[in-house]
């Protein structure tokens, strides 16, 4: 079975816990798929609060990138983000080029 690609797109900051969850639950689901988490909009504001630490340390090979407008708009720095968040100039081109690609695109 050939690898599956999924990009999450977050922006709201509600549903941070579903998206965290609905990638955990993929990946047991799918073990081998890459995934990458798009944060844009107003979740970018959930990267100052705990709820992402666990989330890093535990699925390392998830892919999280914080969309540089939106960090921009919220008063946020690059240096605030939680180690292993990546900055992408915008998190709605990240999530277009990766479906370009052949991700498949999943919103909680």
């Known amino acids: 079975m050939p690898k599956t690609s999924v990009v ?5 900051q509600a549903k941070v816990s579903l998206a965290q969850g609905n990638v955990h639950n993929l990946l047991i689901g799918l073990p081998e798929s890459r995934v990458v988490v798009v944060v844009n909009g107003p979740a970018v504001r959930s990267f100052l609060t705990p709820s992402w630490r666990a989330f890093l340390t535990d699925l390392p090979e998830v892919e999280v990138d914080a969309c540089a407008n939106a960090l921009r708009a919220n008063g946020i720095l690059a240096a605030q983000l939680p180690a292993g968040v990546a900055v992408v100039p915008a998190g709605v081109v990240r999530i277009v080029e990766l479906e370009q690609q052949g991700f498949a695109y999943l919103k909680p």
């Open 8 to 12: 999450v797109h977050l922006d709201e």
